[in-house]
């Protein structure tokens, strides 16, 4: 190949490790539709379409159901929350090959009346999915680029995600990273944002000014060059 895209720079690390030269690594990130994904959306119809309770503290994962998303790290980091407070509720948007693994891991651990298994939804559902959630987590232990990421901050959800691979790079200063690893790490996280308001909107904030540099138009130049090169 001319030209090899990658979307996050630590991907490009990757692929120079593959002993491929820089000089046909181009980073192009991808985009986010903010006209999709945008903080206007109403909570209470979003809870409404998605037949959330409005009482519920709601804490969702989007993704496929492997072990390299880390949603197993949440569920075990999830009672730990639940001590504290009673009524949050963990929805996992999304399906794999470790579904059943992962409903077996909830009844284990008791906490079935929790844990909202939603399965494969729409794309353009997932607004209403992120709208009607106090955060957003991804304990992902690698990734290319996660868009889901920069689709919550749209729309004003706040992040909790990893510090490895590409998550630091797409999240910035916009979201809180813990160790996937770390149960407690991804627990205390999550009580921070569900009891602290300011915390929350601090995380709106940034996450709103964050995703503006992966606009369509940021992205539309970024291909642009490539086009250029070949």
Not at 50 to 71: A, Q, Y
Not at 135 to 140: D, E, G, Q
Not at 178 to 206: G, Q, T, W, Y
Request: hydrophobic content about 45%; overall charge positive; charged content about 25%.
């Amino acid at each position: 190949a001319d030209i090899i895209r990658v979307v996050s720079k630590s991907l490009a690390k990757e692929v120079k490790k593959l002993g491929i030269s820089s000089k046909k690594i181009v980073y192009a990130p991808q985009r986010v539709d903010i006209y999709q994904f945008n903080p206007n959306i109403d909570k209470n119809l979003a809870r409404q379409l998605t037949c959330l309770g409005r009482k519920d503290r709601v804490v969702v994962f989007v993704g496929s159901l492997v072990p390299v998303k880390g949603i197993q790290y949440l569920i075990q980091s999830l009672p730990h929350v639940i001590k504290e407070i009673p009524n949050v509720k963990l929805l996992i948007i999304g399906d794999g090959p470790c579904k059943d693994e992962l409903m077996h891991l909830v009844e284990r651990a008791g906490i079935s009346k929790f844990v909202l298994f939603q399965g494969r939804v729409p794309h353009s559902k997932i607004p209403l999915f992120l709208a009607s959630s106090e955060m957003l987590v991804l304990p992902s232990v690698s990734e290319g680029m996660p868009r889901v990421i920069l689709e919550a901050m749209a729309c004003g959800c706040p992040v909790i995600t990893s510090n490895v691979f590409s998550m630091p790079e797409v999240a910035g200063n916009a979201a809180i990273l813990v160790n996937p690893h770390r149960i407690e790490e991804i627990a205390e996280a999550m009580h921070a944002i569900l009891s602290d308001e300011n915390l929350r909107r601090k995380l709106k904030r940034k996450g709103l000014r964050r995703v503006k540099r992966f606009s369509w138009k940021r992205c539309a130049r970024e291909h642009l060059k490539i086009y250029k090169m070949v």
